[in-house]
């Protein structure tokens, strides 16, 4: 290629090849295209590019001097970070790595002084093209993300294009962890799983860059309100899987971010953990079943060729559960399974049998359960069961504001699904995301298989909860406690640009009738740190303009009672400030019958996004209780067994957090209120 044509390739033509490549790698219809590989900077502005880059060593020969992954501001030559992709042999779609004629990717054991990690196949490098493997381009499989893996076989074992300790790429078996996918993403293709040191990886071939040094941005302002008392929080929180209570009392789980890092706590409040500490199982959701016979993980194996599997592990250390055996790939995606076929459950017993779900669908049926049934305890060979339950309809409708709608949608993908026994009358609960919703079922089981008959649906969380997956005892009845763990969802209009993500507070469950009750945990008291007066308010006030707590880390308990009236409202205002015209209004409107959080006056730009729960008075008789925890701009809203999370953003000119005030405001004639109100503190 010429110097000229190199140039109109950097310049000119790359957006637009790019816009190929995304479309041949989705569609298999493109001859070939150009490929760069990015790692998001979430701290660099929009003016600061920088990128790490493949340099060659001090004497100039990449394969005898390898230097490695540099940091770098500019690249002289931007076809150097470009690299063909060879799609000669027909669907299959392979990145070659190549430079030019000499120049390719190889692996090495170490890169930059970096040992790699001893269970890959080693660093990524520059080096001799003849012993260069080539990396296939593999969607993947039900996913909506634009996600892709970069896969090679090696030694006769699939491996995964991967980031290790976030500092060097290498290959590493495929295990779906979130550090092996990449996304396709405007002019690059970032990993997914961005670190906790986020870099980009262009894969240049030269070291005609100069050396980057990381920028000085001045933190957002609205940044004093990212949360405090949620500890398992970053950029790229998403699903929890496994919750567990050991029998020494200890809580785990683990969070996809970090693929599974795994966390503990003793009071379900405080979390040890590390998002750098993976177990290398999967960067999507799963499941870990305490059986007679031992512990099992099941994760779905994301990136390799064809179907998915459902992988497994067994716990060889049975009491902390920090160290695994990898079985590999148990549970094989049927035929019938189109739409997705992902996120495992926890194995349960019935019938003296033991069966594992996990989440699918296909077009024709819908969303659906798969079922398999195990040959023993043991949990390593099973038998497809068909679908415990399916559906091709949601109850309701989640809008792009986060407002739970009324109207209906069709369903053909079911994800994040849960399955137990709860509550004393044999009930039965089913919990899953059908995308647009994160539902829940109550109902009973029968047959051989077992099928699921629903009597009773609603929403786990009326606001930006997602992603539930309970957590129980190693040996898990209907009596046994029942938490439900998740994230706070992928993004809120009015959220905070910059805070995050973060996992909720576990919430409890109950079963009542044919209703699932989702209220907070009483291990929420450890958070108190000192508690203000009460404050009662009457109807005849309307409302009570003086702060009953200040702070923007608060738990406040507004409990009512009295004549309920055909209309008006018992209202919390928090984050108020001084002036009263900015906050946020969480409560009951008696005419709608529903739990609301009002966000008209949250934030510096004015909205009219207004989140509702239905709630009809007759649940609650003659006693109505709204339990808040304000945490910055993250809030947990319960009421009646119902729940909301919103995300705001308050406006940062109104005043700093610790000056942010909650008042009470009523407009309900002939109600009582009574406040409660904690500073709260991790």
Same mark, same amino acid.
């Given at each position: 290629?010429?110097?000229?044509?190199?140039?109109?390739?950097?310049?000119?033509?790359?957006?637009?090849?790019?816009?190929?490549?995304?479309?041949?790698?989705?569609?298999?219809?493109?001859?070939?295209?150009?490929?760069?590989?990015?790692?998001?900077?979430?701290?660099?502005?929009?003016?600061?590019?920088?990128?790490?880059?493949?340099?060659?060593?001090?004497?100039?020969?990449?394969?005898?001097?390898?230097?490695?992954?540099?940091? *770098?501001?500019?690249?002289?030559?931007?076809?150097?970070?470009?690299?063909?992709?060879?799609?000669?042999?027909?669907?299959?779609?392979?990145? &070659?790595?190549?430079?030019?004629?000499?120049? *390719?990717?190889?692996?090495?054991?170490?890169?930059?002084?970096?040992?790699?990690?001893?269970?890959?196949?080693?660093?990524?490098?520059?080096?001799?093209?003849?012993?260069?493997?080539?990396?296939?381009?593999?969607?993947?499989?039900?996913?909506?993300?634009?996600?892709?893996?970069?896969?090679?076989?090696?030694?006769?074992?699939?491996?995964?294009?991967?980031?290790?300790?976030?500092?060097?790429?290498?290959?590493?078996?495929?295990?779906?962890?979130?550090?092996?996918?990449?996304?396709?993403?405007?002019?690059?293709?970032?990993? @997914?799983?961005?670190?906790?040191?986020?870099?980009?990886?262009?894969?240049?071939?030269?070291?005609? *860059? %100069?050396? &980057?040094?990381?920028? %000085?941005?001045?933190?957002?302002?609205?940044?004093?309100?990212?949360?405090?008392?949620?500890?398992?929080?970053?950029?790229?929180?998403?699903?929890?899987?496994?919750?567990?209570?050991?029998?020494?009392?200890?809580?785990?789980?683990?969070?996809?971010?970090?693929?599974?890092?795994?966390?503990?706590?003793?009071?379900?409040?405080? !979390?040890?953990?590390?998002?750098?500490?993976?177990?290398?199982?999967?960067?999507?959701?799963?499941?870990?079943?305490?059986?007679?016979?031992?512990?099992? &993980?099941?994760?779905?194996?994301?990136?390799?060729?064809?179907?998915?599997?459902?992988?497994?592990?067994?716990?060889?250390?049975?009491?902390?559960?920090?160290? !695994?055996?990898?079985?590999?790939?148990?549970?094989?995606?049927?035929?019938?399974?189109?739409?997705?076929?992902?996120?495992?459950?926890?194995?349960?017993?019935?019938?003296?049998?033991?069966?594992?779900?996990?989440?699918?669908?296909?077009?024709?049926?819908?969303?659906?359960?798969?079922?398999?049934?195990?040959?023993?305890?043991?949990?390593?060979?099973?038998?497809?069961?068909?679908?415990?339950?399916?559906?091709?309809?949601?109850?309701?409708?989640?809008?792009?504001?986060?407002?739970?709608?009324?109207?209906?949608?069709? &369903?053909?993908?079911?994800?994040?699904?849960?399955?137990?026994?709860?509550?004393?009358?044999?009930? !039965?609960?089913?919990?899953?995301?059908?995308?647009?919703?994160?539902?829940?079922?109550?109902?009973?089981?029968?047959?051989?298989?077992?099928?699921? %008959?629903?009597?009773?649906?609603?929403?786990?969380?009326?606001?930006?909860?997602?992603?539930?997956?309970?957590?129980?005892?190693?040996?898990?009845?209907?009596?046994?406690?029942?938490?439900?763990?998740?994230?706070?969802?992928?993004?809120?209009?009015?959220?905070?640009?910059? *805070?995050?993500?973060?996992?909720?507070?576990?919430?409890?469950?109950?079963?009542?009738?044919?209703?699932?009750?989702?209220?907070?945990?009483?291990?929420?008291?450890?958070?108190?740190?000192?508690? @203000?007066?009460?404050?009662?308010?009457?109807?005849?006030?309307?409302?009570?303009?003086?702060?009953?707590?200040?702070?923007?880390?608060?738990?406040?308990?507004?409990?009512?009672?009295?004549?309920?009236?055909?209309?008006?409202?018992?209202?919390?205002?928090?984050?108020?400030?001084?002036?009263?015209?900015?906050?946020?209004?969480?409560?009951?409107?008696?005419?709608?019958?529903?739990?609301?959080?009002?966000?008209?006056?949250?934030?510096?730009?004015?909205?009219?996004?207004?989140?509702?729960?239905?709630?009809?008075?007759?649940?609650?008789?003659?006693?109505?209780?709204?339990?808040?925890?304000?945490?910055?701009?993250?809030?947990?809203?319960?009421?009646?067994?119902?729940?909301?999370?919103?995300?705001?953003?308050?406006?940062?000119?109104?005043?700093?957090?610790?000056?942010?005030?909650?008042?009470?405001?009523?407009?309900?004639?002939?109600?009582?209120?009574?406040?409660?109100?904690?500073?709260?503190?991790?």
């Amino acid at each position: 290629m010429s110097g000229i044509d190199t140039a109109i390739y950097g310049y000119v033509v790359f957006p637009l090849l790019f816009l190929a490549y995304a479309l041949a790698v989705l569609t298999y219809a493109h001859r070939w295209s150009v490929l760069a590989l990015s790692r998001i900077m979430d701290f660099l502005s929009p003016a600061h590019v920088a990128s790490l880059v493949f340099v060659q060593g001090t004497n100039g020969d990449a394969a005898t001097d390898p230097v490695g992954l540099v940091m *770098c501001d500019s690249i002289t030559d931007p076809s150097n970070q470009y690299w063909k992709v060879d799609r000669s042999n027909g669907a299959q779609s392979t990145i &070659a790595l190549q430079a030019d004629a000499t120049k *390719c990717f190889v692996l090495s054991p170490t890169a930059s002084g970096v040992t790699c990690d001893p269970n890959g196949a080693g660093c990524i490098t520059l080096g001799n093209c003849g012993t260069a493997p080539t990396w296939s381009v593999k969607p993947i499989v039900g996913d909506k993300r634009n996600q892709v893996t970069l896969v090679t076989e090696l030694h006769g074992t699939l491996h995964c294009l991967d980031f290790f300790a976030d500092k060097v790429a290498q290959a590493y078996p495929c295990v779906g962890s979130s550090n092996q996918k990449w996304q396709l993403n405007g002019s690059a293709i970032r990993v @997914f799983d961005m670190s906790p040191e986020p870099a980009f990886l262009s894969l240049a071939s030269t070291g005609n *860059c %100069t050396r &980057a040094v990381a920028p %000085t941005v001045p933190p957002n302002p609205d940044m004093v309100f990212c949360p405090k008392y949620h500890p398992v929080h970053d950029k790229n929180v998403y699903d929890p899987s496994g919750p567990l209570l050991d029998y020494s009392g200890v809580w785990h789980t683990w969070e996809d971010d970090g693929g599974w890092s795994h966390w503990t706590s003793t009071d379900l409040i405080h !979390w040890n953990g590390s998002f750098t500490d993976s177990t290398h199982f999967s960067g999507d959701t799963g499941s870990v079943s305490p059986t007679p016979s031992g512990v099992y &993980a099941f994760w779905p194996i994301l990136g390799g060729q064809g179907p998915i599997d459902i992988g497994s592990a067994v716990s060889t250390d049975t009491t902390r559960f920090t160290t !695994w055996d990898i079985r590999g790939p148990t549970i094989p995606q049927p035929t019938r399974i189109t739409t997705g076929y992902r996120d495992p459950v926890r194995a349960f017993q019935y019938n003296e049998k033991w069966w594992v779900g996990v989440g699918c669908g296909n077009n024709d049926v819908g969303a659906q359960f798969c079922l398999f049934e195990a040959d023993d305890d043991t949990l390593q060979n099973f038998t497809d069961r068909g679908s415990l339950y399916s559906t091709n309809i949601t109850f309701g409708t989640m809008d792009d504001n986060i407002v739970w709608q009324p109207q209906n949608s069709s &369903a053909n993908m079911m994800e994040c699904p849960d399955f137990f026994p709860l509550g004393p009358d044999g009930k !039965w609960v089913l919990i899953g995301s059908l995308y647009k919703t994160n539902q829940w079922w109550v109902g009973t089981v029968t047959g051989d298989p077992p099928r699921f %008959t629903p009597e009773n649906v609603g929403i786990v969380d009326y606001g930006n909860g997602y992603a539930a997956k309970t957590g129980t005892s190693m040996v898990q009845s209907g009596t046994s406690r029942r938490v439900v763990f998740g994230f706070t969802g992928w993004k809120e209009p009015t959220y905070i640009n910059g *805070c995050g993500r973060a996992l909720v507070i576990p919430r409890e469950l109950t079963v009542v009738g044919t209703t699932l009750h989702v209220a907070p945990i009483t291990e929420t008291r450890v958070l108190r740190t000192h508690q @203000f007066p009460h404050r009662t308010v009457h109807t005849t006030s309307r409302s009570d303009n003086a702060a009953i707590i200040k702070g923007s880390q608060v738990e406040v308990r507004l409990n009512c009672t009295g004549t309920w009236p055909p209309s008006g409202s018992v209202a919390l205002r928090t984050l108020a400030t001084a002036d009263g015209r900015s906050y946020v209004e969480i409560g009951y409107d008696f005419a709608a019958q529903a739990m609301y959080v009002d966000h008209a006056k949250c934030c510096a730009v004015p909205n009219a996004i207004k989140q509702r729960a239905p709630l009809p008075v007759s649940l609650f008789g003659s006693h109505f209780e709204l339990v808040v925890f304000v945490d910055g701009g993250l809030i947990e809203a319960f009421a009646g067994g119902r729940v909301i999370t919103p995300l705001v953003a308050p406006d940062v000119t109104g005043g700093v957090p610790a000056a942010r005030a909650t008042t009470v405001h009523i407009t309900a004639v002939g109600t009582v209120c009574t406040a409660l109100a904690w500073t709260l503190a991790y």
